[in-house]
């Protein structure tokens, strides 16, 4: 063994306290865990124990490991996969990773031996210099921070991790630049917002600082950076990484790619009423209603109080036509939650649909009572009330609708709608401008806004 | 020193375990400070598996007040019902009596699911009233003396139901009576069944579900409340206020004199809702640097403590948190807050556990504040360990104490709070106050299996002083209100706890530790209104009770 593989090996055990070079393979505790899980954590076991000397079987075990929760053995594998293969950059980065959940200073140590033998991967030095940050390391953490921005200029968390320490020694001026630049060069992260806004604060430009805390509040999470060495391939398992990646397609509108997903978490779990559930509501997405009836229908059975499935369900029939259909699901809903204004002002909306308007408007008026903030039961109920031509109280709810959202485009277009009957059309027109900006597919909008300036047009 | 001695009256027996040892060997560990009482209250050592219900992990809290006027701090322990029941909860009343023991007065009317417990005397009587924050309809119970309570008459105001965590009582308005916010968590789905990494069922993420809007009830001076979140400005349109309330504390936090309320948000950032005086509040937990730990990122917080913990004079705040997450300060240098948590020592600490009921109290009396937190996972623990692999042993873990060392850094010392640290279970509730009236702040902890437990404070003296302030209007304790105290040339102020914690009520008399310092020149108060006196002539190593109006005008 050369002496810088020993000393690796020694700082490796020191990390997680083994005492055995080639320890057991780590085996955490299965139970309850999924089939599929123990079938895929049961074969890179065997991998390992074919090749014991290969770092990469050691190194996908601890990624299985890792997916799954079990740091503390992931942990381990890591150690014996940097023990096996003592110059490759990613068993130290991946351990200093699964450590710095439990114990800081070995985490640094590891991203330390990462930096010493990659220094040129950004990911890790910003990592190495955020983890000396917390251990109150200041100085070293600043030095690590700089030497990122000398490999790379525009290095925007290096830039955000110099200025929080700028901050904390009163260089405001300094913190402001950096801060300033990190925000030219990516104007989205919204801790880029949250800290301009305390820092013209403190420097005494109070409306850029109001401005900039109320964008915070919007802006998109925190900035995820770029980490491609930590994204390590890994056959998917179990239900859980199924339904996230199934959910990761949904968000994304890739509806088939997330049946298939779904469906395989299906597999995983025929008895829990959530999988059919996530099934039935792609299917629904992708038009294949039976089939998304008989999934609801399935997750029913097996829970018959299962609220997201009464709920959807319903939604899905009333859609269809079915409204007393639906109306039994969302009384069946609301047994379960009683006073949810979310089921409430759907249920009136399909009571009110289906020709029972005291009763819908009763229901609206109980949703708006139970929950004043939510804008959709204040829409709803104002879309009936015009419907019974009671336009000003109607015009009341669908105004308060907007104040609690102005996006909602729903409301714009039927405000826009009701005061274009009543004839006041440069309002009517800004109002369905609006739903058109904030819905511009949905062509309702588009056709009403162009019958209103046709007749502003044709006004004298 | 009090005992606290079997007094049960119902089938309950309370069994006093005293696990101080009171000679150590040399060379063994140093004597805790802390000494444990168990209240064994039935069979919490076979208490059901979890069912998933993610309510059945969040409670309870708990709540420490002088509730029949006998002058002896009384306790309320909000039961949890057993897992997969969603309802048919009671609150117990424990009434200390003269002798140091506690009986049990009453069960409390049904409540539905009780979380959260505040304290306040709202209808003007004297007598200090419950309002539980309840996964369901919330509940007020009118003190009828004597420790019993009624539920407050006519229609209940209280929006929802919604799931409820934390509230807090003050008076914001100033106007002589005490007003009420309402943290809320999220909107829960019970029918959703959510899953640990390794695929066994576990309590859902609060990203699986939306947050539900707080609530602020304004006291019309007859104990009756008005929901005023709409016009206080609470409802916003920006559905990302829609924050998951779990902490809530009542105090100055802008420096202006007028009380402001700040609320622990789960995985979203946490409110600091700044009262203009015109009876509208803005949220500046942003702009006041507040709102995100010193990376730009929200924290899953819980529970809040409120303490000025380096003597700069400025209010700081410290807030509990998921595992993965440590503790965060947020040190106060106003008008902003910034996160000064690696310099206190706290960023190493803690990144395992997750906190929720938490303490900012001088636990020897020497001029510092330290630092208690209970502990337990809300997420699944993937292996089983040496603890053993049952199903609340996968949540339980080991509560913490840290102690300042004078200048606003701390150092754990759980290993030497063995009895406070020792145990591994689900704690949630924690309240503080000085239960046992001789000069040092005792604390109460409540786990989700309905253990409940006493830590009687033993800390040394060690020839240090304090002075307990009770300060109070006509109405009773001024709950949120600043108090300075000046002693031989130094300052030690707080605030009067209304909320802070998780979830639970603290003792209304404020305990400051003082050090060597051998007098008081003078105690100064901030009330809720803005207006503020001194009170000179306070005796030192005794309660002082400072009612408005009485003092000197600043």
């Given at each position: 063994m050369t002496g810088a593989r020993a000393a690796i090996l020694l700082a490796s055990c020191l990390a997680v306290g083994c005492t055995d070079p080639a320890p057991d393979i780590p085996l955490p505790d299965l139970a309850g865990a999924e089939p599929e899980i123990v079938t895929a954590v049961d074969q890179t076991r065997d991998a390992v124990r074919a090749e014991p000397e290969n770092s990469d079987r050691w190194g996908a075990l601890a990624d299985r490991y890792m997916a799954h929760g079990w740091r503390r053995e992931a942990a381990a594998c890591y150690v014996e996969a940097e023990r096996l293969d003592a110059g490759r950059f990613d068993w130290p980065y991946l351990l200093g990773h699964a450590l710095s959940l439990r114990d800081l200073e070995k985490a640094q140590a590891a991203f330390e031996r990462a930096v010493s033998i990659d220094g040129a991967y950004l990911p890790a030095r910003i990592y190495l210099a955020q983890t000396l940050v917390r251990l109150d390391r200041v100085d070293e953490a600043r030095a690590q921070f700089e030497q990122a921005l000398a490999q790379d200029p525009n290095n925007v968390d290096a830039l955000f991790g110099v200025s929080q320490l700028d901050l904390d020694t009163g260089r405001h001026d300094e913190a402001r630049a950096r801060l300033e630049r990190a925000y030219r060069i990516d104007p989205e992260p919204g801790e880029l917002h949250h800290a301009l806004a305390q820092v013209y604060l403190i420097v005494g430009e109070n409306e850029l600082a109001r401005r900039f805390a109320a964008s915070a509040a919007t802006a998109p999470p925190r900035r995820t950076m770029n980490d491609p060495r930590r994204e390590r391939a890994l056959p998917q398992a179990g239900s859980l990484q199924r339904m996230l990646s199934g959910r990761d397609f949904e968000q994304q509108g890739r509806f088939a790619e997330a049946l298939v997903q779904y469906e395989l978490a299906l597999g995983n779990n025929p008895d829990k009423a959530a999988s059919h559930l996530n099934v039935a509501r792609v299917k629904a997405r992708l038009g294949d209603r039976e089939d998304a009836i008989d999934h609801y229908r399935d997750a029913l059975r097996i829970n018959p109080t299962d609220f997201n499935a009464l709920v959807q369900l319903a939604d899905l029939l009333e859609r269809s036509g079915d409204a007393p259909a639906a109306i039994e699901l969302y009384r069946r809903a609301l047994a379960e939650q009683p006073g949810n204004a979310r089921v409430l002002y759907r249920l009136g909306t399909a009571l009110a649909a289906s020709g029972r308007i005291a009763e819908g408007l009763a229901t609206l008026e109980h949703a708006v009572e139970t929950d004043p903030s939510s804008a959709k039961a204040h829409l709803n109920l104002g879309i009936v009330l015009a419907q019974q031509d009671r336009l000003d109280e109607a015009e009341e709810h669908l105004r308060d609708a907007l104040r609690l959202d102005p996006g909602e485009a729903e409301a714009h277009y039927n405000l826009g709608f009701l005061l274009a009957n009543r004839g006041d059309l440069r309002d009517a027109e800004r109002h369905l401008a609006e739903a058109v900006r904030l819905a511009p597919n949905d062509p309702a909008n588009r056709q009403a806004l162009g019958a209103i300036r046709n007749r502003l047009r044709s006004s004298p | 020193m009090f005992r606290f001695s079997v007094v049960g009256v119902s089938l309950l027996a309370f069994a006093c375990v005293d696990t101080a040892s009171p000679d150590p060997p040399a060379g063994a560990l140093a004597s805790p400070f802390l000494t444990e009482i168990v209240l064994h209250d039935g069979p919490q050592p076979d208490w059901p598996d979890g069912t998933g219900l993610a309510p059945e992990?969040?409670?309870?809290?708990?709540?420490?007040?002088?509730?029949?006027?006998?002058?002896?701090?009384?306790?309320?322990?909000?039961?949890?019902?057993?897992?997969?029941?969603?309802?048919?909860?009671?609150?117990?009343?424990?009434?200390?009596?003269?002798?140091?023991?506690?009986?049990?007065?009453?069960?409390?009317?049904?409540?539905?699911?009780?979380?959260?417990?505040?304290?306040?005397?709202?209808?003007?009587?004297?007598?200090?009233?419950?309002?539980?924050?309840?996964?369901?309809?919330?509940?007020?119970?009118?003190?009828?003396?004597?420790?019993?309570?009624?539920?407050?008459?006519?229609?209940?105001?209280?929006?929802?139901?919604?799931?409820?965590?934390?509230?807090?009582?003050?008076?914001?308005?100033?106007?002589?009576?005490?007003?009420?916010?309402?943290?809320?968590?999220?909107?829960?789905?019970?029918?959703?069944?959510?899953?640990?990494?390794?695929?066994?069922?576990?309590?859902?993420?609060?990203?699986?579900?939306?947050?539900?809007?707080?609530?602020?009830?304004?006291?019309?001076?007859?104990?009756?409340?008005?929901?005023?979140?709409?016009?206080?400005?609470?409802?916003?349109?920006?559905?990302?206020?829609?924050?998951?309330?779990?902490?809530?504390?009542?105090?100055?936090?802008?420096?202006?004199?007028?009380?402001?309320?700040?609320?622990?948000?789960?995985?979203?950032?946490?409110?600091?809702?700044?009262?203009?005086?015109?009876?509208?509040?803005?949220?500046?937990?942003?702009?006041?640097?507040?709102?995100?730990?010193?990376?730009?990122?929200?924290?899953?917080?819980?529970?809040?403590?409120?303490?000025?913990?380096?003597?700069?004079?400025?209010?700081?705040?410290?807030?509990?948190?998921?595992?993965?997450?440590?503790?965060?300060?947020?040190?106060?240098?106003?008008?902003?807050?910034?996160?000064?948590?690696?310099?206190?020592?706290?960023?190493?600490?803690?990144?395992?556990?997750?906190?929720?009921?938490?303490?900012?109290?001088?636990?020897?009396?020497?001029?510092?504040?330290?630092?208690?937190?209970?502990?337990?996972?809300?997420?699944?623990?993937?292996?089983?360990?040496?603890?053993?692999?049952?199903?609340?042993?996968?949540?339980?873990?080991?509560?913490?104490?840290?102690?300042?060392?004078?200048?606003?850094?701390?150092?754990?010392?759980?290993e030497r709070e063995r009895p406070w640290a020792r145990p591994r279970e689900v704690t949630r509730g924690l309240a503080y106050g000085d239960l046992d009236n001789d000069g040092d702040t005792d604390v109460v902890v409540a786990n989700a299996d309905n253990a409940l437990r006493l830590y009687r404070n033993d800390a040394p003296r060690d020839g240090n002083h304090w002075i307990r302030v009770l300060a109070r209007t006509a109405n009773g304790p001024a709950l949120g209100a600043r108090v300075t105290v000046h002693a031989r040339g130094r300052s030690w102020n707080g605030v009067i706890p209304s909320g802070s914690s998780y979830a639970s009520a603290n003792d209304p008399r404020l305990l400051f530790g003082l050090g060597a310092a051998d007098a008081v020149e003078r105690v100064d108060v901030v009330w809720a209104d803005g207006s503020q006196e001194r009170f000179d002539g306070v005796a030192i190593n005794a309660e002082a009770v400072l009612v408005r109006g009485e003092g000197r005008p600043l």
């Open positions: - | 992990i969040m409670g309870p809290g708990v709540a420490m007040a002088d509730l029949d006027g006998d002058g002896l701090p009384d306790i309320v322990q909000l039961t949890m019902p057993e897992p997969g029941q969603m309802e048919t909860i009671l609150a117990r009343v424990w009434l200390q009596d003269a002798g140091g023991g506690f009986r049990s007065a009453e069960t409390l009317p049904a409540t539905g699911f009780a979380q959260g417990i505040t304290i306040g005397d709202v209808d003007g009587d004297r007598r200090p009233d419950l309002f539980f924050a309840n996964y369901g309809r919330d509940r007020l119970l009118l003190n009828k003396g004597g420790g019993r309570f009624t539920p407050a008459p006519g229609p209940a105001p209280w929006s929802g139901p919604f799931w409820s965590s934390s509230a807090a009582f003050c008076d914001f308005d100033g106007d002589d009576d005490l007003d009420l916010y309402v943290a809320h968590y999220l909107d829960y789905d019970p029918g959703k069944a959510c899953f640990a990494p390794n695929g066994a069922v576990g309590y859902c993420s609060p990203e699986v579900f939306d947050g539900v809007l707080d609530h602020l009830y304004r006291n019309d001076g007859q104990g009756k409340f008005n929901d005023i979140s709409v016009s206080a400005g609470l409802l916003l349109p920006d559905r990302g206020k829609r924050a998951k309330g779990l902490g809530v504390a009542c105090a100055d936090l802008t420096g202006d004199g007028r009380l402001d309320f700040y609320v622990a948000n789960d995985r979203e950032s946490n409110q600091l809702w700044a009262n203009d005086g015109a009876g509208r509040f803005v949220d500046e937990a942003v702009l006041r640097g507040a709102a995100v730990n010193r990376h730009g990122r929200p924290e899953a917080s819980m529970g809040i403590a409120i303490g000025d913990i380096d003597g700069d004079q400025a209010i700081d705040l410290l807030l509990t948190h998921l595992e993965g997450e440590n503790n965060t300060v947020y040190g106060g240098a106003l008008p902003r807050f910034q996160d000064v948590t690696p310099r206190t020592g706290m960023a190493t600490h803690d990144f395992a556990l997750t906190g929720f009921g938490c303490a900012l109290i001088d636990l020897e009396l020497d001029g510092d504040l330290d630092f208690l937190v209970v502990n337990g996972k809300v997420r699944r623990r993937a292996s089983a360990d040496s603890e053993g692999g049952g199903f609340w042993e996968r949540y339980a873990e080991s509560n913490q104490v840290f102690e300042n060392l004078g200048d606003g850094s701390f150092e754990e010392v759980s």
